[in-house]
């Protein structure tokens, strides 16, 4: 029995010896430098907005959700009051990853509409910048991590899209993924009357 309890005590002390070199599973993972990784990837630039702006009536919270990769706080009841697609996805998410050249395209062949993405309960900024770059999404991306917006906006699951009038109100949530081009003017036109 003593002998046991002397081997564990030297074991244990060997291992906590003195001037040893930490093995590299516990040298700590360097954090990526988000700002050099959106320039790399060409991340646009998340629009500057009230921070002190309330919501219409029906329409999106106050927030103060940082702009993927950044510190700068987006409030969404302070957008320009103008018609808006806003896609709720996650680098993680499949159906996200497929839908992701249609919201593309219609950024490329709808005017008259702007366009946000919202990273949600992402724990990679730096994965989803790169994912963000490499599918080509030229319009502002922000972050919700903590899934603030899960009750106002009635994320059920990923990729969510919410409508939004140019009154500001929200005109449609769309769960689940976008099946084409056509589907989302289709929705667009039913719902913010343009294409």
Same mark, same amino acid.
């Given at each position: 029995?003593? &002998?046991? %309890?002397?081997?564990?005590? #030297?074991?244990? $002390?060997?291992? !906590?010896?003195? @001037?040893?070199?930490?093995?590299s599973a516990t040298t700590p993972i360097p954090t990526p430098d988000l700002a050099q990784?959106?320039?790399?990837?060409?991340?646009?630039?998340?629009?500057?907005?009230?921070?002190?702006?309330?919501?219409?009536?029906?329409?999106?919270?106050?927030?103060?959700?940082?702009?993927?990769?950044?510190?700068?706080?987006?409030?969404l009841a302070g957008l320009p009051r103008e018609p808006w697609v806003i896609n709720l996805?996650?680098?993680?998410?499949?159906? &996200?990853? %497929?839908?992701?050249?249609? #919201?593309?395209? $219609?950024?490329? !062949?709808?005017? @008259?509409?702007?366009?946000?993405?919202?990273?949600?309960?992402?724990?990679?900024?730096?994965?989803?910048?790169?994912?963000?770059?490499?599918?080509?999404?030229?319009?502002?991306?922000?972050?919700d991590m903590d899934k603030t917006l899960q009750v106002p906006l009635k994320v059920a699951?990923?990729?969510?899209?919410?409508?939004?009038?140019?009154?500001?109100?929200?005109?449609?949530?769309?769960?689940?993924?976008?099946?084409?081009?056509?589907?989302?003017?289709?929705?667009?036109?039913?719902?913010?009357?343009?294409?």
């Open positions: 029995m003593w &002998c046991a %309890a002397v081997c564990c005590a #030297l074991l244990l $002390a060997a291992c !906590s010896a003195p @001037g040893s070199e930490p093995s990784l959106r320039e790399q990837w060409g991340l646009v630039d998340c629009p500057e907005t009230d921070p002190d702006a309330t919501p219409v009536d029906g329409g999106l919270p106050a927030t103060a959700l940082p702009c993927l990769g950044t510190e700068d706080p987006v409030n996805w996650a680098q993680w998410c499949p159906p &996200c990853r %497929a839908e992701s050249p249609i #919201l593309r395209e $219609a950024l490329a !062949s709808i005017d @008259g509409v702007n366009f946000l993405g919202i990273d949600y309960n992402d724990p990679q900024p730096d994965w989803a910048i790169e994912f963000a770059g490499t599918v080509g999404w030229a319009y502002p991306q922000i972050q699951g990923l990729p969510t899209t919410v409508f939004v009038d140019a009154d500001g109100t929200i005109a449609y949530i769309h769960p689940g993924e976008l099946d084409s081009l056509d589907e989302l003017e289709d929705l667009i036109a039913e719902h913010l009357g343009g294409r």
